[in-house]
């Protein structure tokens, strides 16, 4: 058989939740390229798998790709995976991919494992439209954006964050919108497996002096429509566009700037004083 590509997720916790396809795929492959060898090779024991492995991390993508592709255009099979769940979905792998279809090899994807649509069924939050955005950014104003972002868009949100970094993203959002339906999905398919849902504000209380331990996975759900109307914008925020102004900015610089700090819609700041909407000041 060709040389190809088979990405392989492996489970995010309880090691029955590999699939019969991936693990004939792995005993079939020719190497395995893996994420941290050693959390592997801990999986390969477990279902008496014996291949030769090769690290394929961050540090080594390019060098390593280039190293793969070769071995798969004179014929080999390599299956990637990462530590847990899908390869690729904030996990090392997307150069790999990318050297295969430039290269003009198949590459095949086994379904398995996904800790981001675990929490999203989980979380009992709308599941219809959502968007999964990796790791939370740790800086203020970026998560902010972000949730923001999420606001403006209508879907549900979903996404990796450090548990220490819990109690501080949860403040933020709920400083945003209080009430948000919000879900902390934790220690996913493992023993302590917990599942946490409540309002912003609500989780940001319960969280604020305990975080949470292990692996987390926020789900943030859309905001509540504001039937006939935009949802209302921060008086504040309004506020500090029209100071801004009047101290000789641009309206629609002074509307970026705030908009940034607050996680509110600049084009909504915008409109908003442009039609004179009083605000609080």
């Known amino acids: 058989m060709s040389g190809r590509l088979v990405v392989c997720p492996t489970p995010i916790g309880n090691l029955e939740d590999i699939t019969l ?4 795929a792995l005993r079939e492959a020719d190497v395995i390229a893996a994420e941290d060898t050693r959390h592997t090779r801990s999986l390969l024991d477990r279902y008496g798998v ?4 090769v690290s394929y991390h961050e540090h080594n993508e390019s060098k390593r790709s280039a190293e793969l592709v070769s071995r798969m255009q004179g014929g080999d099979v390599v299956a990637l995976v990462s530590d847990a769940g899908m390869p690729l979905v904030s996990d090392p792998g997307y150069v790999l991919v990318r050297a295969c279809v430039a290269a003009g090899l198949a590459v095949e994807v086994l379904p398995g ?3 981001a649509l675990t929490a999203l069924v989980a979380s009992g939050l709308p599941s219809d439209s959502w968007r999964f955005v990796g790791f939370l950014p740790r800086k203020k104003g970026e998560l902010r954006r972000v949730f923001a972002d999420s606001a403006a868009g209508g879907g ?3 996404a990796f ?3 220490r970094r819990v109690p501080a993203s949860l403040a933020v959002l709920a400083s945003l919108d209080p009430d948000r ?3 902390v999905a934790r220690e996913l398919t493992k023993l302590h497996e917990e599942v946490v849902r409540g309002t912003a504000a609500e989780l940001a209380a319960r969280y604020a002096d305990d975080p949470p331990r292990g692996e987390v996975v926020l789900v943030v759900a859309p905001p509540a429509v504001v039937s006939g109307a935009e949802a209302p914008l921060p008086e504040e925020a309004v506020a500090a566009v029209v100071r801004l102004v009047e101290a000789g900015a641009k309206p629609r610089t002074a509307a970026s700037v705030v908009a940034e700090l607050t996680g509110t819609s ?3 700041l915008y409109r908003a004083v442009a039609e004179g909407r009083p605000s609080s000041s």
Not at 21 to 24: D, E, G, S
Not at 50 to 53: D, E, G, Q, R
Request: charged letters at 10%; zero cysteines; hydrophobic letters at 55%.
């Open 21 to 24: 396809r991936v693990l004939a």
């Open 50 to 53: 014996v291949a030769p492995l």
């Open 113 to 115: 494992p996904s800790a």
């Open 156 to 158: 549900t949100l979903v």
């Open 161 to 163: 964050e450090s548990p």
């Open 181 to 183: 339906p919000v879900a």
């Open 266 to 268: 600049a084009n909504a």
